[in-house]
DNA sequence: TTGTAAGCGTTATCAC
DNA sequence: GTGATAACGCTTACAA
């Protein structure tokens, strides 16, 4: 019997079972042993509640089956969904996740970075802001919706094409001066190419258009002083707004009824990301540009977890698809 | 020099800081140690990017400085939040978050406790559905809204208090024929105290109330047809209806505008956990009882890491607050 | 103060 | 198949 108040080790185990401890071994590793002799094995370990130290095999192995997620916050419906994802996903491959949040402060990331980095997992994905991220060339990254730095694969939603889409959208139901609306970060990042694609469409298809970019560090207020300037007082300078989010999307359709805009009768509006209510089965806040976020996940931990990690690509945009959400008239 | 590939270890950091080993892991350890040996050390560790290897400490230490968070999922504000001050006090508090998500599948919580073991966290808080869920004595456990077994501390919003305090709002705000309608898990668990405090309330006062519960596994239909059943053709059985989630609360609003009746003329609503769409920051979906989020975090972590585990509550239940979201007539 | 050496639980490699 | 043994990287007595 092993000493009381510590949790039993293989050679207790072995101890128990009266087999060698190399036999034990082998049967939590699926290596083959003799049919008695695993039987055996099995019972003690039921017996004494045995279950392998990770900590010791992590050690010996230098692979800890651990992958860390770094994300600004799960506090966003976006952020919660790919965290929902990529959990399930690794657990499926038995691996196990370690979430860190970084509110999007850098000092914090690197921190994360640090902290994960001690702690041996055998890869990162992470959503992050910082300019000047040092992961390191030894340790697997997946960036997501960022360039981080060449070598460092980045997987995001197909930003142009989406915004583009938004662009057709609006324009075919009837549109006749779009405006593309973003606050943001103001670091740069693929998200940034759902304007982009959005002024390049409007070009394309020679309708004027409009774009205006606040940054996030300012509030919602020059927004808000924005469309009180276009809208107020009967003014309709635009009939339809793409924002770069479903936030961005839900906040502005808010101030837009309290200036007695009508929407979509008077102005029309579509939002990026497919963020639902309460959950990813509940309704939309708007009509949107839906990221495929499973499909982000799946991929990004493909990509993480991929054998060969050469000639990795350098970006993967995933593809989107329109849903509307009542903001449109569809 | 170490080998090419492999992370430098203590031994690699001593040597090139041509000191002893037992000094290079004072120093990681804050263990005081000459200024000028502390300086050499940090220059070598700097140099050759070394950090600790946690796995190999928490081997020799049987502390890992980790906890598992074991979820339904991240796919829903309130657990979403939930995780996101989980993961932000433990690493204020310089432990590791495992996320783990079991889909309320009773087999998944079993494997989670079991893979979550086998890593070797320093405990758990877990907010499971399990009827005989099976954490062993020597693992502390907290688990949330729902009590597991005696001496596993439970961390709870006030549930009665909130149901009791949306009955008084409800009356107050006018309301002559309540109605508590739930849907949720058919096992029982600490939230089942909201339609108990309600009932309670109304019983106190004198106020004739009826109560529904629905099993989630049937879905929204049986709710809806009890819906129509009182509220189609003009039918206005009841005029303020208390929620068991803001989910629900939300989807019945949404249903009954599609019969015609009026929130909050006809119909006052009030739901449970303020929720809020996108974020913590975004506008509530109805009117609700708020759960204290931060501070069920706050407790939960509190009580897991509390140096002295004995006689610890069995039961803690955090206060909550009423906030008025649109459905009721304030 | 510093250096040394034992040991944490596993895996892997021997000769048997 | 067994049994012994050497790592893995770190902490911690203990000796110098």
Redesign the interface.
């Known amino acids: 019997m092993s000493r009381a ?3 039993p080790t293989m050679k207790d185990v072995a101890r128990e079972a009266g087999v060698a401890l190399g036999t034990v071994s082998k049967v939590f590793n699926g290596i083959p042993v003799g049919k008695s002799y695993r039987q055996k094995v099995e019972e003690a370990a039921n017996r004494l ?1 045995y ?6 095999r ?2 010996r192995a ?1 692979k ?1 089956r ?1 992958v860390a997620l770094i994300l600004p ?5 976006f ?3 790919l ?2 994802h990529i ?2 996903i690794l ?1 499926k491959r038995d691996y ?6 970084t ?1 999007d402060d850098p000092s914090a990331e690197a921190r994360c970075i ?7 997992v055998d890869g990162i994905i992470g959503l992050t802001y910082s300019d000047d991220l040092d992961v ?1 060339d ?1 340790l697997p990254f997946i960036s997501i919706d960022r360039f981080v730095s060449p070598g460092i694969p980045c997987v995001s939603s197909d930003n142009f094409s989406g915004g583009s889409m938004a662009a057709e959208k609006l324009v075919r139901l009837g549109c006749k001066r779009p405006l593309f609306l973003r606050t943001g970060s103001h670091v740069s990042g693929e998200t940034d190419k759902r304007g982009a694609g959005f002024m390049a469409w409007c070009q394309m298809n020679d309708v004027a258009c409009e774009a205006r970019r606040f940054d996030d560090r300012e509030g919602m207020e020059p927004v808000f002083a924005f469309l009180d300037e276009h809208f107020s007082d009967g003014r309709r300078d635009f009939d339809g707004v793409f924002c770069s989010t ?2 961005l999307a ?1 906040r502005v359709h ?1 101030h837009l009824e309290g200036l007695g805009v009508k929407v979509p009768e008077d102005v029309q509006l579509i939002g990026y990301d497919g ?1 639902r ?4 089965e ?2 939309l ?1 708007c009509s949107t540009i839906v990221q495929p976020v499973r499909q982000m996940a799946e991929t990004a931990v493909d990509m993480l977890l991929r054998e060969d990690r050469t000639k990795l690509p350098a970006l993967i945009c995933l593809p989107v698809s329109y849903a509307a959400g009542g903001t449109t008239r569809e």
Chains 1, 2 share one sequence.
């Open positions: 108040g510590k949790s509640g279950s392998v130290n990770n900590y010791a992590g050690l230098d800890t651990t916050s799960t506090d966003h419906m952020f919660a969904a965290a929902d959990c399930d657990t196990r996740m370690l979430l860190a949040i509110r640090q902290m994960v980095r001690q702690n041996r390191g030894d479903d936030m839900h808010r963020v209510c309460f959950n990813s509940g309704e806040f």
